[in-house]
């Protein structure tokens, strides 16, 4: 099982990036995704869910209203845009997988992880 996030990189505030997961070894119609950040110092934190089908979708207070979260289960791939970014939103962005429909925001719930990929948000 692989999951690969892209599409990371340094954007001034205000600015918008688009995330992607792309996922290869497992069904991906069965498994729910999930995407966590992690800032220097902190805890790994939940930002976005979307279950197997997509259509659930949740968000952390934080990201509501900013990120969007979308799946291609066609391509197998999961997107996250984000739009009026701010210098807290710097992180490494993970997506992971879970088998099932059962929404879920908790990391130690998630079967598969990715590598990561870094946002930096900065003028």
């Known amino acids: 099982v692989q999951l690969v996030e892209s599409g990371g990189d340094l954007v001034q505030p205000g600015g918008s990036l688009r995330l992607s997961c792309e996922v290869s070894?497992?069904?991906?119609?069965?498994?729910?995704i999930g995407w966590f950040r992690q800032a220097p110092g902190k805890e790994r934190e939940f930002v976005a869910f979307?279950?197997?089908?997509?259509?659930?979708?949740v968000y952390a207070d934080s990201v509501r209203g900013r990120f969007i979260i979308s799946r291609n289960n066609t391509k197998t791939t999961v997107h996250l845009e984000m739009n009026s970014l701010k210098p807290e939103d710097t992180a490494v962005y993970y997506c992971?997988?879970?088998?099932?429909?059962?929404?879920?925001?908790?990391?130690?719930?998630?079967?598969?992880w990715g590598q990561g990929t870094q946002v930096t948000v900065s003028s």
């Open positions: 992971a997988a879970r088998w099932g429909s059962q929404i879920v925001k908790t990391e130690t719930q998630f079967d598969y």
């Open positions: 070894g497992l069904s991906f119609d069965d498994y729910a």
């Open positions: 979307i279950s197997w089908m997509g259509g659930n979708k």
